[in-house]
């Protein structure tokens, strides 16, 4: 079956799903295979639950007409996400970044939904499966999409850009994530940057962040460049205030004030790209600033938590030596008379993990806090002076029996350490 007779199957039944506990009458089953798993053992199961075709890549002993044989399906998924996508003439965003890229995305995606019918990543889908669903749940009325890509190696971003064929693009900074699959800082540019290299190939738009010197040098090439910053850019802004929600001033590009709710000064360049990405598509101040301020982080990103007494900056959904040293010195900064640390330890830097665990701890013993308390990771393998434990669940005891009052937090981890769990009910 060729990608158009199979895209007609997909016009009629434009659902499509990988996970048979999720399954809807009538979907689009894909029987996905990994390291751990293969969906080809539930093909029959999928369509036996109301699945109106299901495409395999292994022989199943069973004549059923509405399995559809591939060579590979995550390649037909990959292909068929295409030639969907080249249905469409609207403006595609591709975001990226080593920290911040779904605070962005969310950001952005608000400020657009505002005034037009907008299409996006849902949560965190943002890898070679994730990204070809999202480019298949956008219908036909949709007149932005915006599409996070994530990645922890060179060419995978290549790949992403090669089916969602981004017209605009960002990379919100190149940090240290991933340093392991990347091979250090400047493979996690190279790789980052191959959605720059695409936006310059195909006269596309990228959105840069005027501080950031590396996306000038990675910018070069692109024609059409919009800026944001604190100074020298398109839209410009300021902090206003920071305790603890960040407050923005935009005083170039748009004349505008926005009280956020979220949390932290390393969220201003999230928030100045959304405006520019706003006034760019011609989005009102009214509606930029309105879709901003309603705007509450989840899913453990920067969301503030009042329990009792207690404030708990809760920012685990992942960490790496950048986002790490930047929430560190955020929550040092805040007004408090008792602050508490609580932090995972950080994945994916391979051979510079040590370094990078030492790098924290020298850190944190530039500041005052009332306790800290390190899980996990490489933490263990470090002499420090600090609470240690192996996994959250044992944090998690500690945390209760303490019974704090007035006290703020930060609980800040890799999403392998499941920092979470310690307000776990």
């Not at 790949?159 to 064929?165: A, G, K, N, P, R």
């Not at 040098?217 to 020298?232: A, P, V, W």
Request: glycine share 8%; with cysteine.
């Amino acid at each position: 079956m060729t990608i158009e007779q199979l895209y007609r199957l997909f016009l009629q039944h434009p659902s499509v799903q990988t996970d048979t506990r999720q399954l809807k009458q009538g979907d689009l089953f894909f029987a996905l295979k990994g390291p751990n798993f293969n969906a080809n053992a539930f093909a029959l199961q999928a369509l036996q639950q109301g699945a109106a075709y299901a495409v395999i890549d292994e022989d199943i002993n069973s004549e059923d007409e509405r399995l559809i044989k591939t060579t590979d399906v995550l390649t037909t998924l990959q292909q068929l996400a295409k030639h969907h996508r080249q249905q469409f003439t609207i403006p595609f965003i591709a975001i990226t970044g080593s920290n911040g890229k779904t605070t962005t995305k969310e950001l952005v995606s608000a400020v657009l939904s505002s005034q037009y019918i907008t299409y996006t990543t849902k949560g965190n889908l943002n890898n070679h499966i994730g990204v070809p669903l999202t480019l298949l749940s956008i219908k036909k009325d949709a007149q932005i999409a915006v599409i996070e890509m994530g990645a922890n190696h060179q060419k995978e971003i290549e790949s992403y850009c090669s089916y969602t064929l981004p017209t605009h693009g960002i990379i919100t900074n190149c940090g240290k994530a991933h340093l392991e699959g990347f091979g250090g800082v400047e493979g996690v540019r190279k790789g980052k940057g191959e959605l720059f290299d695409f936006l310059s190939a195909h006269e596309g738009t990228a959105f840069i962040y005027e501080a950031y010197d590396y996306l000038h040098s990675m910018s070069k090439g692109i024609k059409n460049i919009f800026s944001y910053g604190t100074t020298n850019a398109n839209i410009i802004g300021a902090i206003k205030n920071s305790e603890p929600f960040l407050a923005v001033d935009i005083t170039e590009g748009a004349k505008i004030s926005i009280q956020t709710n979220l949390v932290g000064d390393y969220n201003l360049p999230n928030v100045l790209c959304a405006v520019a990405v706003g006034k760019y598509f011609h989005v009102t101040d009214e509606n930029i600033q309105s879709a901003i301020e309603n705007y509450f982080p989840s899913n453990s990103r920067s969301q503030m938590i009042e329990k009792g007494s207690n404030h708990i900056i809760l920012d685990a959904y992942n960490a790496n030596p950048s986002s790490m040293k930047v929430a560190i010195e955020n929550f040092a900064k805040l007004h408090a008379a008792h602050k508490v640390l609580l932090l995972g330890g950080m994945a994916e830097l391979g051979e510079t993990s040590m370094a990078e665990h030492e790098a924290i701890i020298q850190l944190i013993q530039q500041y005052p806090w009332d306790k800290v308390v390190l899980v996990g990771g490489d933490f263990a393998n470090i002499k420090h002076p600090y609470i240690y434990f192996a996994q959250s669940a044992a944090a998690k005891e500690w945390f209760i029996q303490q019974n704090f009052q007035h006290t703020y937090f930060l609980i800040k981890g890799s999403r392998s350490m499941q920092m979470e769990k310690i307000l776990s009910d």
